[in-house]
């Protein structure tokens, strides 16, 4: 490519980003979103004009800490997302998730997401979502105060961090599923049963909490053991390997083509007051369950070369 074509792509990209950027503004001031994300990745550093007025709800997303330290350096507002390949939709569903786990948005809200390829230089995407049922996550609509309190948000996080890593990195080169129970604990051990001798018994409460990050290594080893994780409200991993004693999964309405662990995190959730994380090992999609149906799923990107490569001006 020469230096000329590459010119004129960046000015282009450039272009449409502004364009984007201001379109995203008038947008969300018509319908009053609740805010604005914008995929830092993207722009190699550049910060764009906030629209006027808006300034409050415009939040930058990165995978990394150096963008990260950046961004805070600017005084902007930002979210962190797992550091793995995400198809566009993926994106904006990792960042509405952050988002309603840090009460940034709730039920009903409507966010405006900029995104496109990383490390092009440019947005070419504008999405707009409304927060509806299927990312209640937080609401006590249906459950008790006490019962929606009792696992904290940044449990939930880590553990979907998680997952999504081990849903694209697999372990050791292969693909691997799993399983995270979270929350209501007792009622959820009672329905349970080990496969294995619990790895984690007799440890102290301090090392063995999935707040921690040194126990990522060992939470991501273990996952290729058959049997789920139970994960306390507070994220205290109470054992894992474990088999879920719950009723026929015909019971429960899920797509077809899901597995036992799909309709084993929808069972333990519909008689509990837990949440689910799963990880598909043929696909590496994470599926986040609750009361017995899907919140969200977030999917793999099925073509790393397509996803990494950005479009040139002239290509076919």
């Known amino acids: 490519?020469?230096?000329?074509?590459?010119?004129?792509?960046?000015?282009?990209?450039?272009?449409?980003?502004?364009?984007?950027?201001?379109?995203?503004?008038a947008i969300a001031e018509s319908c009053g979103a609740a805010a604005i994300f914008v995929y830092a990745d993207v722009l190699g550093g550049q910060l764009l004009p906030t629209p006027p007025g808006l300034e409050e709800k415009v939040y930058y997303i990165s995978k990394t800490a150096e963008e990260q330290e950046s961004q805070e350096e600017r005084g902007t507002r930002f979210l962190r997302v797992p550091n793995v390949p995400l198809t566009r939709t993926g994106q904006v569903k990792i960042a509405v998730f952050l988002a309603l786990s840090r009460g940034i948005v709730r039920r009903g809200d409507v966010v405006v997401c900029l995104s496109g390829l990383p490390n092009s230089g440019g947005l070419d995407s504008l999405f707009i979502t409304q927060v509806g049922r299927e990312f209640e996550m937080y609401s006590t609509s249906e459950k008790t105060e006490a019962e929606a309190s009792a696992v904290r948000p940044e449990v939930i996080e880590r553990v979907v961090n998680i997952a999504i890593e081990l849903g694209y990195e697999g372990r050791e080169g292969k693909p691997v599923g799993a399983l995270f129970v979270i929350g209501d604990t007792e009622r959820v051990l009672s329905m349970s049963r080990q496969l294995?001798?619990?790895?984690?018994?007799?440890?102290?409460?301090?090392?063995?909490?999935?707040?921690?990050?040194?126990?990522?290594?060992?939470?991501?080893?273990?996952s290729t053991i058959d049997g789920a994780f139970l994960i306390r409200g507070d994220g205290v991993i109470e054992t894992c390997g474990t088999f879920l004693k719950v009723a026929s999964?015909?019971?429960?309405?899920?797509?077809?083509?899901?597995?036992?662990?799909?309709?084993?995190?929808?069972?333990?959730?519909?008689?509990?007051?837990?949440?689910?994380?799963?990880?598909?090992?043929?696909?590496?999609?994470?599926?986040?369950?609750?009361?017995?149906?899907?919140?969200?799923?977030?999917?793999?990107?099925?073509?790393?070369?397509?996803?990494?490569?950005?479009?040139?001006?002239?290509?076919?």
Do not use: C, W
Request: without cysteine; negative net charge; glycine residues 8%.
């Open 1 to 25: 490519m020469t230096e000329q074509t590459r010119d004129r792509d960046t000015g282009i990209a450039d272009q449409i980003s502004h364009a984007l950027i201001a379109h995203a503004g």
């Open 196 to 222: 294995i001798l619990n790895p984690f018994r007799g440890y102290p409460e301090e090392e063995r909490n999935v707040l921690d990050p040194a126990l990522e290594e060992t939470v991501k080893e273990l």
């Open 249 to 316: 999964q015909d019971e429960f309405e899920l797509p077809q083509g899901l597995g036992a662990r799909h309709h084993a995190a929808a069972g333990i959730t519909a008689v509990t007051n837990a949440f689910a994380v799963t990880v598909s090992e043929s696909t590496g999609t994470v599926t986040i369950f609750r009361d017995g149906r899907i919140v969200t799923e977030i999917e793999k990107p099925r073509r790393l070369d397509v996803v990494h490569r950005p479009f040139r001006a002239g290509e076919e």
